[in-house]
């Protein structure tokens, strides 16, 4: 059964903290997408990334980095969180032949 | 740009009733059409896409969507929902594989016993 874990599914950090939200898959998947979801506004594309080492910015990059190092794994990095970025947080992947996504459970972090 | 729109937010339907849950997209090009579904507290699973071919499409669970590129829409149909059913349904859009996905606000399905 193909995966996509995220490191944790409730998170609950304070404002200026450096969050660090984590997704593995184990389709061998080049892409890589990470995504804020939020009521009455559907999915909003934070970053993306077409192999290692490589990243693009989405709509909102804002207050936000990622890291791949690895084809497996890519890292959604809050340098300062803010209350803001309170959300749920979803990571996707796809084969870049067919474009499905597979997506993880998602995280929902709290800013307080 | 390409952008989907989802014309109603919440949609109530009683148990074993169709159901149409629509979609409109913009773009000036070819795309590729997706339906995705989320259940509460889990992440979005694919229903069914549109790449090419038959403009009717048939997905898992019993869904299925038309294609009608005149009038750039996509609309999800299912002849008799159950309880399970009830849950978040997004549309999406591409222009190609390589290409960022853009996804509609979503429509609440809520399938009353």
């Known amino acids: 059964d193909v995966k996509v874990t995220q490191s944790s599914r409730y998170l609950v950090k304070r404002t200026g903290e450096k969050v660090f939200l984590e997704c593995v898959q184990d389709?061998?998947?080049?892409?890589m997408f990470w995504y804020r979801q939020d009521p009455g506004l559907g999915l909003r594309l934070i970053y993306f990334?077409?192999?290692?080492?490589?990243?693009e910015k989405g709509d909102i990059p804002e207050g936000y980095s990622v890291s791949r190092e690895k084809k497996e794994r890519f890292s959604l990095i809050l340098e300062s969180a803010s209350t803001n970025q309170t959300s749920m947080y979803l990571c996707?992947?796809?084969?870049?032949?067919?474009?499905?996504?597979?997506f993880g459970p998602g995280t929902r972090l709290t800013v307080t | 740009a390409q952008s989907v729109t989802q014309l109603d937010s919440q949609v109530p339907v009683f148990e074993e009733a169709p159901v149409e849950l629509r979609c409109n997209y913009s773009?000036?090009?070819?795309?590729?059409l997706f339906w995705y579904v989320q259940y509460p507290n889990q992440g979005l699973q694919l229903l069914l896409k549109?790449?090419?071919?038959?403009?009717l499409v048939k997905g898992i669970n019993g869904f299925e969507a038309e294609f009608n590129k005149s009038q750039t829409s996509f609309h999800l149909r299912k002849p008799s929902v159950h309880i399970s059913d009830t849950a978040e349904y997004f549309c999406?859009?591409?222009?190609?594989?390589?290409?960022?996905?853009?996804f509609g606000p979503g429509t609440s399905l809520s399938v009353i016993p």
């Open positions: 996707a992947n796809s084969d870049r032949a067919l474009g499905e996504q597979y």
């Open positions: 389709m061998d998947h080049e892409n």
């Open positions: 990334s077409y192999d290692v080492k490589m990243k």
């Open positions: 773009s000036s090009v070819s795309v590729y």
């Open positions: 549109y790449l090419s071919g038959s403009t």
């Open positions: 999406a859009v591409t222009k190609t594989s390589y290409d960022k996905v853009i």
